[in-house]
């Protein structure tokens, strides 16, 4: 015996109601996972804070010295980004140096110059974007400090000049010192800085040689060396 039209009609629309119900449950719920917290809001408050006063301070001079040991931990993250991709495309290396003008040098033999060269661009901008992306919480902030230790004291094993090595044994020392601080605060904020450091370094550097034509032997230079481009668009 088949259904009679009128328990058809009901079928179908108790069936359109609940599927209605459904979606509009799932747009509210997605609504309400795409509305930032109000501790999300204060760290993408603060993360505006952090770029207005890095692009301020990187601008005036003596004033400027205030963040200069950020930017040489910065520039020690970039050389071990290097150092990171020679050894993964079989590089010896032989040293990493920094000096007080923000300079970096990795010394290594062998590898693949392809990408070695934009590794410490790449790498960079993905170190800052992680420890950014960390700082929105305490246990993430912890094990990306974690991470950044571990970078920087590979970076001391190859170290060749007092600086580079000062510079990596104190930022390691104030990581450890502020997983003490209560509920993980003070590392979180350092974290999220150092996050907002790289990403502006990486990018900073580029127009400083693309645009400014300050720098002369920057990576984007040599690579454009090496492929024979204009590095405004290499």
């Not at 410490?120 to 974007?129: H, P, Q, R, V």
């Not at 510079?167 to 509920?183: A, E, M, R, S």
Request: proline content about 3%; aromatic content about 10%; charged content about 15%.
């Amino acid at each position: 015996m088949s259904p009679t039209p009128s328990l058809v009609g009901r079928f179908l629309v108790e069936h359109a109601a609940l599927a209605l119900t459904t979606r509009q449950v799932s747009r509210e719920q997605v609504e309400h996972a795409l509305t930032p917290t109000k501790q999300q809001r204060t760290i993408l408050i603060v993360i505006c804070a952090y770029v207005l006063g890095i692009l301020i301070l990187w601008n005036i001079p003596y004033v400027n010295i205030v963040l200069l040991p950020f930017k040489l931990v910065t520039v020690a993250l970039h050389e071990f980004c290097h150092a990171a991709a020679g050894l993964c495309t079989g590089a010896k290396i032989k040293s990493i140096t920094i000096d007080p003008d923000e300079g970096g040098l990795t010394r290594m033999s062998g590898g693949k110059w392809c990408c070695v060269m934009p590794a410490g661009y790449l790498g960079s901008s993905f170190l800052g974007a992680l420890m950014v992306f960390a700082g929105f919480d305490v246990l993430a902030s912890k094990i990306v400090s974690v991470i950044i230790g571990v970078c920087l004291l590979a970076t001391l094993i190859w170290a060749k000049n007092w600086l580079t090595r000062i510079i990596t044994v104190l930022f390691v020392g104030l990581i450890v010192g502020l997983w003490f601080t209560p509920k993980g605060a003070g590392l979180r904020y350092v974290v999220l800085f150092m996050g907002v450091m790289c990403s502006l370094y990486s990018l900073w550097d580029i127009v400083d040689d693309t645009v400014k034509r300050k720098v002369n032997e920057s990576d984007a230079t040599k690579f454009a060396q090496k492929t024979h481009c204009s590095s405004r668009f290499c």
